[in-house]
């Protein structure tokens, strides 16, 4: 166990950075059953493009529950083989009467190139995701001799008010940060560094515990200068709030 900032009687208070949607109310009553106090500071939003995955494609990969919810209704795989990175984005797609095919056992890119690497040679390969994924997945996919597309169904932005947990980092108040992806990381320290809090954020998050979903957000929070940082051996936010929530000193 780490030492955390005291705060008395005070539940301890973790700062979550998920969209301002259904996704950040579960969270903060999944925190509150934690015995925690969510800090609730979305580094997201979600613009969708209005764009669709193409209808020629053989495989069609999605990479996001936000995605697989943005084509519920007005998009049908028809003959390809649809595959989901995580089961958050299969159970949405299959909510939306959209049948999976493919679910890496590793919910990464990577796992999901080693999943499809023997079915995809001379295959046509859509990728529908944000505007901000890795080229891990699309390189991966062409290297195995896929011919790749990819559909920008939505971009993330970040919020224009976003930015109180960062306050409350630097002025050392917060005893969990749980960052949900790289550009949740990202969003955070550009905050930081345009108020000039970037080293008063990382002292003050020195006695906190951090937590990060996979390890591509693990390593880009190490390149802010974050090296301790949790990951919860499954991909999913429930098992990144325990996994803080349990490394926190309690009164």
């Not at 390969?125 to 169904?153: I, K, M, N, Q, Y």
């Amino acid at each position: 166990m780490r030492v955390t900032p005291d705060h008395g009687t005070t539940p301890p208070r973790v700062a979550v950075f998920r969209p301002d949607d259904e996704r950040m109310r579960d969270a903060i009553e999944f925190l509150e059953s934690l015995g925690v106090e969510p800090i609730a500071d979305s580094m997201l939003a979600v613009e969708p493009t209005g764009a669709l995955p193409r209808e020629d494609a053989d495989v069609v990969i999605f990479t996001s529950k936000t995605g697989a919810e943005l084509v519920a209704g007005a998009w049908t795989p028809g003959d390809a083989t649809v595959a989901a990175i995580g089961d958050p984005t299969a159970t949405a797609l299959e909510a939306a009467g959209i049948g999976v095919d493919v679910v890496p056992e590793e919910f990464s890119s990577a796992g999901l190139v080693d999943a499809l690497a023997d079915r995809i040679d001379g295959r046509r390969v859509e990728v529908a995701r944000s505007d901000h994924g890795s080229d891990v997945l699309p390189d991966g996919l062409w290297e195995c001799g896929a011919f790749v597309h990819e559909t920008v169904l939505y971009r993330l932005v970040r919020p224009p008010d976003a930015g109180n947990a960062v306050e409350m980092a630097a002025r050392g108040e917060l005893a969990g940060a749980l960052f949900t992806s790289s550009l949740t990381v990202e969003h955070f320290f550009a905050i930081a560094g345009e108020r000039d809090r970037h080293s008063a954020v990382l002292e003050g998050l020195s006695g906190a515990v951090v937590g990060a979903i996979g390890q591509p957000t693990r390593e880009t929070a190490g390149d802010h200068g974050l090296d301790d940082v949790v990951v919860p051996d499954t991909a999913d936010f429930e098992a990144l709030a325990r996994t803080v929530a349990d490394r926190i000193d309690r009164p």
